[in-house]
Structures are given as structure tokens and as C-alpha cells.
């Protein structure tokens, strides 16, 4: 059974960092590309990051580009969220999804997706 | 980047009904890569539709999508209460970005 859990999140303050974490199981990490997507309190959902399968090349959207960093190690079966110089408006919760079929970024949805970790930026 | 408009935001209808959400593309989705997403509140999305029509696996054939180009549809027939959830649009034709509709609320009455 594919599992993918989100550790990691929770209180901080603006300006701070937070790492999160997202451990893979039931299938081999290696072979797909992975994202992170957000929700803030009663809002849709926005993509943040993606990452192909060997991390060579990574995506950030605007809002998040320059503060973020998205990675992965395959040997450990996790996939990596460093977020710094946090904001308000990143308030949200952080989902980890992998797409449906392949090891690139692009052209695939996503069919699995953790249950996500909830990040508070409050003073 | 593609916007996606969903309509209407919230839909109400009854057990045994059949629902019909839209989601219109601000360019066209040239491979008709588009998902449906279901999402229940405090729950993680689903995907129920992928390449615009395709089921993903262990999704009920009372879910069907349509469309291509700018225009795109997730049809629900006889409702049952648990269809109750939010569904949300997403193109992955012109990505990264991946974007997503602003979701429609279905209740269930």
C-alpha cells in the first residue's frame, strides 16, 4: 500500500524556518517525480514545489521561489521541504503528492497524497 | 499560466440527482490534461479524473469527465449524501505551474 506522511510542520514565527518532511512507502521513490502543495484555512489548493525522481531539477512558483527549497533522498525513501524567511501568508497545510506515473515534472497529475502537515507563521 | 475557473461555486442537490460542474480554462489544454480532484474536509484530494476522462482506479462509474480545449466537465450521476465534498479542477498540460480551479462545493441534501 502506498503511504506518503508529512512530519515536521507547526508553530513559528515570521521570518523563521521550518523543514518538513515527507517519509514514501508501498513503492520505489526512485522512479517518480514528487510536489508539495499548500492550503491555507479555508482556501483551495496551490502547487509549490516539484522535484524530479533523481532531484536534479527542481520548480518553485513564485511565491514561495527564492524562500524554498524542495529535495530528496532516495536512499531514505523522504522527500524535503525546507521553507525560510516564512511568512503570514504561508500559513497552510503542506501536502506531499506523487504523480501518477512517471520520473519527470510535468504532463502528470497526482494520485497519491499524504494526509498533510499543518504549518502556523504567527508571532 | 493557465487559470481555471470552476463553476458554480456551490452546487445543492439531492440523493439520486445528477451533478454537472464546470471548469473552463483561460487557454486551451492542448493534451487534455486536465484532473478532478475530490476533497472532503479534513482529508487529503483525491483524483477521480485524469486526461480529462479517464477514471483513476477504484473511482465508481457514477464519475465521468468531458471536455477538451477550454472547456471541461465532471459529471456525478445518482448522488449519494457521501459524494458531499469539494472538487477542484487541475491542468498539468502547461507545467510547472501545476494550477487548480477555485473548487465547487457539492452538498448534498
Known amino acids: 500500500e502506498v503511504q506518503l506522511l508529512e512530519s515536521g510542520g507547526g508553530l513559528v514565527q515570521p521570518g523563521g524556518s521550518l523543514r518538513l518532511s515527507c517519509a514514501a512507502s508501498?513503492?520505489?521513490?526512485?522512479?517518480?517525480?514528487m510536489s508539495w502543495f499548500r492550503q491555507a484555512p479555508g482556501k483551495g489548493l496551490e502547487w509549490v514545489s516539484a522535484?524530479?525522481?533523481?532531484?536534479?531539477?527542481?520548480y518553485n512558483a513564485d511565491s514561495v521561489n527564492g524562500r524554498f527549497t524542495i529535495s530528496r533522498d532516495n536512499s531514505k525513501k523522504t522527500l524535503y521541504l525546507q521553507m525560510n524567511s516564512l511568512r503570514a501568508e504561508d500559513t497552510a497545510v503542506y501536502f506531499c503528492?506523487?504523480?501518477?506515473?512517471?520520473?519527470?515534472?510535468?504532463?502528470?497529475?497526482?494520485?497519491?497524497w499524504g494526509q498533510g502537515t499543518l504549518v502556523i507563521v504567527s508571532s | 499560466e493557465i487559470v481555471l475557473t470552476q463553476s458554480p461555486g456551490t452546487l445543492s442537490l439531492s440523493p439520486g440527482e445528477r451533478a454537472t460542474l464546470s471548469c473552463r480554462a483561460s487557454?486551451?489544454?492542448?493534451?487534455?490534461?486536465l484532473a478532478w480532484y475530490q476533497q472532503k474536509p479534513g482529508q487529503a484530494p483525491r483524483l477521480l479524473i485524469y486526461?480529462?476522462?479517464s477514471r483513476a482506479t477504484g473511482i465508481p462509474d457514477r464519475f465521468s469527465g468531458s471536455g477538451s480545449g477550454t472547456d471541461f466537465t465532471l459529471s456525478i450521476s445518482r448522488l449519494e449524501p457521501e459524494d458531499s465534498a469539494v472538487y477542484y479542477c487541475?491542468?498539468?498540460?502547461?507545467?510547472?505551474?501545476?494550477?487548480f480551479g477555485q473548487g465547487t462545493k457539492l452538498e448534498i441534501k
Open positions: 508501498g513503492f520505489t521513490l526512485s522512479n517518480y517525480a
Open positions: 486526461g480529462a476522462s
Open positions: 487557454q486551451s489544454v492542448t493534451r487534455n490534461y
Open positions: 503528492a506523487r504523480v501518477y506515473s512517471g520520473p519527470d515534472v510535468g504532463a502528470d497529475c497526482f494520485v497519491y
Open positions: 487541475q491542468q498539468y498540460d502547461s507545467s510547472p505551474p501545476y494550477t
Open positions: 522535484v524530479n525522481s533523481n532531484g536534479a531539477r527542481t
